[in-house]
Protein backbone atom coordinates (compact mmCIF):
# COMPACT_ATOMS: atom_id res chain seq x y z
CA UNK A 1 0.00 0.00 0.00
CA UNK A 2 1.60 3.46 -1.09
CA UNK A 3 1.38 5.83 2.14
CA UNK A 4 2.97 9.31 2.84
CA UNK A 5 3.23 9.39 6.71
CA UNK A 6 4.10 13.02 8.15
CA UNK A 7 5.75 13.23 11.96
CA UNK A 8 7.10 15.99 14.05
CA UNK A 9 4.86 17.74 14.69
CA UNK A 10 3.87 19.28 18.25
CA UNK A 11 3.44 22.81 20.53
CA UNK A 12 6.20 25.21 19.81
CA UNK A 13 6.53 28.66 21.77
CA UNK A 14 6.67 31.35 18.96
CA UNK A 15 10.18 31.91 17.74
CA UNK A 16 10.94 28.02 17.93
CA UNK A 17 11.46 25.59 15.54
CA UNK A 18 9.85 22.05 14.24
CA UNK A 19 11.62 19.92 11.69
CA UNK A 20 8.56 17.91 9.56
CA UNK A 21 9.11 14.18 8.16
CA UNK A 22 7.02 12.81 5.52
CA UNK A 23 8.26 9.03 4.86
CA UNK A 24 7.07 7.08 2.41
CA UNK A 25 6.41 3.66 2.57
CA UNK A 26 5.24 1.18 -0.36
CA UNK A 27 7.38 3.21 -2.87
CA UNK A 28 10.79 5.00 -3.45
CA UNK A 29 10.19 8.82 -3.23
CA UNK A 30 13.26 9.54 -5.66
CA UNK A 31 10.61 9.98 -8.71
CA UNK A 32 8.40 12.35 -7.03
CA UNK A 33 8.07 16.08 -6.37
CA UNK A 34 6.71 16.64 -2.61
CA UNK A 35 5.09 19.36 -1.56
CA UNK A 36 4.21 20.24 1.92
CA UNK A 37 0.94 22.11 2.48
CA UNK A 38 -1.06 23.58 5.41
CA UNK A 39 -4.90 24.00 6.48
CA UNK A 40 -5.35 26.13 9.47
CA UNK A 41 -8.44 26.23 11.50
CA UNK A 42 -11.64 28.15 9.25
CA UNK A 43 -8.87 28.66 6.12
CA UNK A 44 -8.50 26.69 3.10
CA UNK A 45 -5.21 24.30 2.28
CA UNK A 46 -2.59 26.67 1.10
CA UNK A 47 0.61 25.62 -0.64
CA UNK A 48 3.93 26.21 1.91
CA UNK A 49 6.67 24.29 -0.09
CA UNK A 50 7.93 22.01 -3.02
CA UNK A 51 10.75 20.26 -4.20
CA UNK A 52 11.29 18.99 -7.35
CA UNK A 53 12.58 15.23 -8.15
CA UNK A 54 14.99 15.78 -11.12
CA UNK A 55 16.76 18.11 -9.67
CA UNK A 56 15.86 19.06 -6.19
CA UNK A 57 14.93 22.63 -6.98
CA UNK A 58 12.75 24.16 -4.35
CA UNK A 59 9.90 25.87 -3.97
CA UNK A 60 8.39 28.63 -1.27
CA UNK A 61 5.22 30.44 -0.49
CA UNK A 62 6.48 34.00 -0.77
CA UNK A 63 5.31 34.94 3.02
CA UNK A 64 7.56 31.91 4.29
CA UNK A 65 10.86 32.16 2.59
CA UNK A 66 13.54 32.66 4.35
CA UNK A 67 11.71 30.97 7.69
CA UNK A 68 10.93 27.50 5.97
CA UNK A 69 13.50 25.25 4.53
CA UNK A 70 12.75 21.97 2.17
CA UNK A 71 14.59 19.34 1.92
CA UNK A 72 14.78 15.95 0.87
CA UNK A 73 17.03 12.27 1.92
CA UNK A 74 15.88 10.00 -0.42
CA UNK A 75 18.27 6.93 1.00
CA UNK A 76 15.87 7.42 3.80
CA UNK A 77 12.74 7.64 1.53
CA UNK A 78 12.23 11.26 3.22
CA UNK A 79 11.83 14.67 2.89
CA UNK A 80 12.15 16.92 5.49
CA UNK A 81 9.91 20.90 6.37
CA UNK A 82 12.41 22.92 8.48
CA UNK A 83 10.41 25.97 10.58
CA UNK A 84 12.32 28.50 12.16
CA UNK A 85 11.02 31.47 14.05
CA UNK A 86 7.45 30.15 14.30
CA UNK A 87 4.62 32.41 14.55
CA UNK A 88 1.12 31.85 16.38
CA UNK A 89 -0.52 32.10 12.38
CA UNK A 90 1.81 28.99 11.53
CA UNK A 91 -0.74 27.08 13.27
CA UNK A 92 -1.96 24.25 11.53
CA UNK A 93 -2.41 20.74 9.66
CA UNK A 94 0.88 20.41 7.94
CA UNK A 95 -0.14 18.09 4.94
CA UNK A 96 2.59 16.32 2.70
CA UNK A 97 1.64 14.98 -1.08
CA UNK A 98 3.35 13.85 -4.03
CA UNK A 99 3.08 16.23 -6.95
CA UNK A 100 3.61 16.35 -10.53
CA UNK A 101 3.52 19.39 -13.10
CA UNK A 102 -0.22 20.80 -13.41
CA UNK A 103 -2.42 23.83 -11.93
CA UNK A 104 -4.41 22.77 -9.37
CA UNK A 105 -1.74 24.41 -6.98
CA UNK A 106 0.96 27.31 -7.06
CA UNK A 107 3.77 27.09 -4.75
CA UNK A 108 5.81 29.88 -5.78
CA UNK A 109 5.31 30.54 -9.67
CA UNK A 110 5.40 26.91 -10.35
CA UNK A 111 2.08 24.72 -10.74
CA UNK A 112 1.52 21.22 -9.74
CA UNK A 113 -1.31 18.22 -9.45
CA UNK A 114 -1.41 16.50 -6.13
CA UNK A 115 -1.47 12.56 -6.57
CA UNK A 116 -1.31 11.72 -2.78
CA UNK A 117 -1.59 13.33 0.66
CA UNK A 118 -0.58 12.02 3.85
CA UNK A 119 -2.67 11.94 6.70
CA UNK A 120 -1.18 15.37 8.51
CA UNK A 121 0.12 16.23 11.33
CA UNK A 122 -0.86 19.46 13.59
CA UNK A 123 1.68 22.25 14.27
CA UNK A 124 0.41 24.35 17.35
CA UNK A 125 2.65 27.31 17.90
CA UNK A 126 1.58 29.38 21.19
CA UNK A 127 2.97 30.57 24.53
Request: net charge neutral; with cysteine.
Amino acid sequence: QLQLVESGGGLVQPGGSLRLSCTASGFTLDYYAIGWFRQAPGKEREGVSCISASDGSTYYADSLKGRFTISRDNAKNTVYLQMNNLKPEDTAVYYCATLWGGSQWYIGDRGWHVGSWGQGTQVTVSS
